[in-house]
Each structure stands twice: as structure tokens, then as C-alpha cells.
């Protein structure tokens, strides 16, 4: 599994590369990842092969079963405590 904490967020364009990232470097086959995840097999074949994209709570369920967690970037910290 990919370890996040050791990437640099600008590694990544958006989020859809560090789960592309990470399921690369699991280890783990994508019907386990879709048996495991919920995720079904279909969704994650056709986003591997960059076909389409995830819905919002697939994208969350494949982070929850990678590991994978999100932080705010100190800008958009400093951004929201203004409004």
C-alpha cells in the first residue's frame, strides 16, 4: 500500500491520481480491492483504464479501504477562516 505521508500533495494533480497511485502499488488485485471496498469491479476496471471517473462516495470508499486521507492545504485554511 502506498503510504500518503510520504508523498508531497503536489505529487498529485488531483485526488483521482493518488487513488490511481495507490491502487498501482497495493499489491492487491482489483477484485479484491472491489470485494473488499464494495466497490463493484466494473467501476474500478473502467476508472483504472481512465474511461471514467468515480462518483464522489466510490472515490471514498476506495480511499477508506487504501488508507488514504485528505488534509486542507494551509491556503485554503487561511481562505475559509475569513468567510
Known amino acids: ?6 508523498v508531497k500533495p ?3 494533480k488531483c485526488f483521482s491520481d493518488a487513488l490511481l497511485a495507490a491502487l498501482a502499488t497495493s499489491g ?9 471496498s464494495g466497490v463493484q469491479y466494473a467501476s474500478l476496471h473502467r476508472f483504472v ?3 471514467t471517473s468515480l462518483h464522489l462516495d466510490v472515490a471514498d470508499k476506495l480511499a477508506k479501504h487504501l488508507g488514504i486521507t485528505m488534509r ?3 491556503h485554503f485554511e487561511k481562505e475559509s477562516s475569513h468567510g
Open 1 to 6: 500500500m502506498i503510504n500518503i505521508t510520504d
Open 10 to 12: 503536489q505529487e498529485f
Open 28 to 36: 492487491e488485485s482489483l477484485y479484491r480491492v472491489s470485494q473488499d
Open 49 to 51: 483504464k481512465g474511461s
Open 72 to 74: 486542507l492545504s494551509a
